[in-house]
C-alpha cells in the first residue's frame, strides 16, 4: 500500500493529538495539479476475538462522534511510539474486552477512506484468549457480547452493524 509522493506543497491547518488536517498540492500522475484536504491518521487496528468455542466478541460501544450506540468489533488506533499493528492489537483487545491473546495472526489491511484520510487498517484474527480485566479509558463506554459469527452475520444482514471495518472483518472472516 506504499504509494509514491506526488506532494508538491503541504500546509498544515490543524495538528492534533490522534488527526491532523493538511492542504496538499500534488502533481498527479496524469500532470494536472491537484489542492486536496486529507486527513493524516497514523493508523488503526481491528481485531476478531475467537473464543475456543468459536463464538466471537463483539462490542456494543456508544460513540460521541455519532451519537449512538453502535456494534462493532474492539479496534483503536495506533498511539505509541513506534508501536507496531501487532502490538497495539494486543494492547487494544485487552484493553476493551479484559481478554488476553494468545495468538494473533494478521488477516488483511485496507483503507477505509482513501478520498481524503491516509488511515490504513490492519485487521486481526485473535485466538486462544485468556480472560483479565478490561482497561477501558474513562470516555469508552462498552459492553461486551459473545455470539456466534452466524449470529454476528445476521447483525450484519438486519443493518444493526453500521460500522465499516466490523463489517468487512466479519464477512471476511465468514469467507475463510
Same mark, same amino acid.
Given at each position: 500500500?506504499?504509494?509514491?509522493?506526488?506532494?508538491?506543497?503541504?500546509?498544515?491547518?490543524?495538528?492534533?493529538?490522534?488527526?491532523?488536517?493538511?492542504?496538499?498540492?500534488?502533481?498527479?500522475?496524469?500532470?494536472? $495539479?491537484?489542492?486536496?484536504?486529507?486527513?493524516?491518521?497514523?493508523?488503526?487496528?481491528?481485531?476478531?476475538?475467537?473464543?475456543?468455542?468459536?463464538?466471537?466478541?463483539?462490542?456494543?460501544?456508544?460513540?460521541?462522534?455519532?451519537?449512538?450506540?453502535?456494534?462493532? $468489533?474492539?479496534?483503536?488506533?495506533?498511539?505509541?511510539?513506534?508501536?507496531?499493528?501487532?502490538?497495539?492489537?494486543?494492547?487494544?483487545l485487552e484493553e476493551e474486552t479484559g481478554y488476553r491473546?494468545?495468538?494473533?495472526?494478521?488477516?488483511?489491511?485496507?483503507?477505509?477512506?482513501?478520498?481524503?484520510?491516509?488511515?490504513?487498517?490492519?485487521?486481526?484474527?485473535?485466538?486462544?484468549?485468556?480472560?483479565?480485566?478490561?482497561?477501558?479509558?474513562?470516555?469508552e463506554v462498552i459492553e461486551t457480547l459473545t455470539l456466534s459469527?452466524?449470529?454476528?452475520?445476521? $447483525?450484519?444482514?438486519?443493518?444493526?452493524?453500521?460500522?465499516?471495518?466490523?463489517?468487512?472483518?466479519?464477512?471476511?472472516?465468514?469467507?475463510?
Amino acid at each position: 500500500m506504499d504509494s509514491e509522493n506526488f506532494a508538491e506543497k503541504t500546509t498544515y491547518v490543524y495538528k492534533g493529538k490522534r488527526i491532523s488536517l493538511k492542504i496538499l498540492e500534488t502533481r498527479l500522475p496524469n500532470g494536472k $495539479l491537484a489542492k486536496k484536504e486529507v486527513v493524516e491518521h497514523p493508523g488503526a487496528v481491528v481485531i476478531l476475538p475467537v473464543l475456543d468455542d468459536g463464538k466471537i466478541v463483539l462490542l456494543k460501544q456508544f460513540r460521541p462522534s455519532v451519537g449512538s450506540w453502535i456494534y462493532e $468489533l474492539p479496534a483503536g488506533t495506533l498511539d505509541k511510539a513506534n508501536e507496531s499493528p501487532e502490538e497495539c492489537a494486543k494492547r487494544e483487545l485487552e484493553e476493551e474486552t479484559g481478554y488476553r491473546p494468545g495468538k494473533v495472526e494478521a488477516l488483511f489491511k485496507f483503507y477505509p477512506s482513501p478520498g481524503y484520510c491516509t488511515e490504513i487498517i490492519h485487521a486481526y484474527i485473535a485466538r486462544d484468549l485468556k480472560r483479565t480485566e478490561p482497561k477501558r479509558d474513562e470516555t469508552e463506554v462498552i459492553e461486551t457480547l459473545t455470539l456466534s459469527v452466524s449470529e454476528a452475520i445476521a $447483525l450484519v444482514k438486519r443493518e444493526n452493524v453500521a460500522d465499516a471495518k466490523t463489517i468487512l472483518t466479519l464477512l471476511y472472516y465468514s469467507c475463510l
